[in-house]
């Protein structure tokens, strides 16, 4: 039994949301809060006719300010507050559980909305040159309040969305069952899908944008090597899906391994795209569409970004018209018993299916499933330790069976196709 707040109420949340409903055992009661209150009363009234046995309650929260986030949380006194708003609200919202002593997860890791803001760039400069890579978004923000969460005694779980999220449980996974040690990761994301339109995002377009258009990285031999953005191309074959090319990326649960797993060698991820997309996307840069830098116009400043992602599609309102499936997984390399073994951990998710139970795509599906997961392990103790952790960080069984349970069914196969 456990009473979960939920902030945020978009294509991920609201398939986190009727997981919740779904595992009704354990989310006996739940508040959904989210700037748009319409958009919570909406999911509400929509599980209530479905009869769930969840009793669901909703607010309006302001994610960015503290105080505002504090009064919800002291009005409903939650058990935990899963974060599905947006990568901006991660410290707000950490902050607020820290004073209000409830357990925190998330599904990305922080990044500031105005990257010109000279505070934050004085310490991201600093973190470039440091680490290596010149993501926005990296762990060290988040990674900082784990005294504060350990003497609370309180878990902060980030990252559990599919990737990061159930990537870095396919590792933990691994290395438990598969291998003494790992020497070699990549990780693919290929999307097969095809929503109909020349453009658009499957998740948040600025959040999406910002991610596929910086500069690509890995982790080798303990180091971050960064490449120019879609530098390095692949094609691979994927389960169900087909011939893809594929992009490395910077991603965020790259970091998170490369700490956590020392023995690692080297750590790729991909995702494919198709030309189509690349092509929008270049020319959308080349005219300064992708900037998140406010401009004037016509007497008010806007932020290109901002702008565009008013004009593109909801990514919540592809559901009815995507069809084809995702493969989402991990090909490990390394050694057991002292032989070498290659094993590929792999979901297929098809996105009509998602849109025939829940009402949405297969990208918020498998972010919103794991986000479920999580938040079910933290409330019912199993992966309750104080401190802040990634899914890495704990057993890995109890996550895998619930994949199976709640939509996301793996498949671990011996002796994949590598890529170069
Ligand atoms: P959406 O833009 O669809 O939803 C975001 C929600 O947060 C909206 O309901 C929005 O309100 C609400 N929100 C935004 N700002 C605030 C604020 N200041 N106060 C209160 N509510 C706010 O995003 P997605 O559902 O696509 O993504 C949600 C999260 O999931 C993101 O952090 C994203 O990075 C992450 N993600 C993680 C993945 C993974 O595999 N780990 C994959 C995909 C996404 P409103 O309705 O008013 O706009």
Not at 19 to 38: D, G, L, Y
Not at 219 to 231: A, L, N, Y
Request: charged share 25%; proline share 5%.
């Amino acid at each position: 039994m456990s009473r979960l707040l939920v902030i945020g109420c978009g294509g991920v949340a609201q398939v986190a949301i009727q997981k919740c409903a779904q595992n009704s055992k354990v989310f006996t009661e739940m508040c959904i809060a989210s700037r748009t209150v319409s958009k919570c009363d909406a999911l509400k009234e929509k599980l209530e006719k479905a009869g769930t046995p969840v009793k669901i309650t909703t607010d309006t929260v302001n994610a960015d300010d503290v105080e505002d986030i504090k009064r919800v949380i002291n009005n409903y006194k939650p058990d935990a507050v899963l974060n599905v708003a947006l990568p901006y609200q991660d410290l707000t919202i950490m902050d607020a559980c820290l004073e209000c002593k409830v357990d925190y997860i998330d599904t990305a890791n922080y990044e500031p909305e105005d990257t010109d803001d000279p505070e934050w760039r004085k310490i991201y400069e600093k973190r470039c040159k440091e680490k290596g890579f010149t993501a926005y978004f990296d762990y060290s923000w988040q990674w900082a309040y784990f005294d504060k969460f350990k003497e609370a005694g309180l878990t902060a779980l980030l990252g559990t969305g599919f990737d990061p999220g159930v990537t870095s449980v396919f590792t933990a996974y691994a290395k438990k069952h598969y291998f003494d040690e790992i020497h070699y990761i990549d990780i693919m994301d290929c999307n097969g899908g095809d929503h109909g339109y020349a453009f658009a995002t499957n998740f948040n377009p600025e959040i999406n944008l910002r991610e596929v258009s910086a500069n690509g990285s890995y982790w080798e031999d303990g180091h971050w090597v960064e490449t120019k953005p879609m530098e390095i191309k692949r094609e691979y074959d994927f389960a169900q899906v087909g011939k893809k090319d594929m992009y490395l990326l910077h991603h965020e649960e790259i970091e998170a391994l490369g700490r956590n797993f020392p023995e690692v060698k080297r750590i790729r991820f991909f995702m494919t795209f198709g030309q189509s997309y690349l092509d929008h996307m270049r020319c959308l840069e080349d005219v300064g569409m992708l900037s998140t830098s406010p401009v004037m116009f016509e007497g008010r400043e806007i932020v290109p970004i901002q702008f565009l992602k008013a004009l593109l599609p909801d990514p919540a309102s592809l559901g009815p018209r995507t069809v084809g499936k995702t493969n989402i997984g991990c090909i490990f390399r390394g050694i057991k018993d002292g032989k070498e073994r290659t094993i590929y951990i792999y979901n297929v998710c098809d996105h009509q299916e998602c849109y025939k139970e829940l009402g949405s795509q297969a990208i918020s599906y498998t972010t919103g499933v794991p986000a479920m997961i999580g938040t079910a392990l933290v409330v019912t103790g199993q992966w309750k330790k104080p401190g802040v952790f990634t899914t890495d960080e704990f057993d890995p069984d109890p996550y895998m069976e619930m994949l199976n349970e709640y939509g996301l069914p793996w498949v671990v196969e011996e002796n994949p196709t590598l890529i170069d």
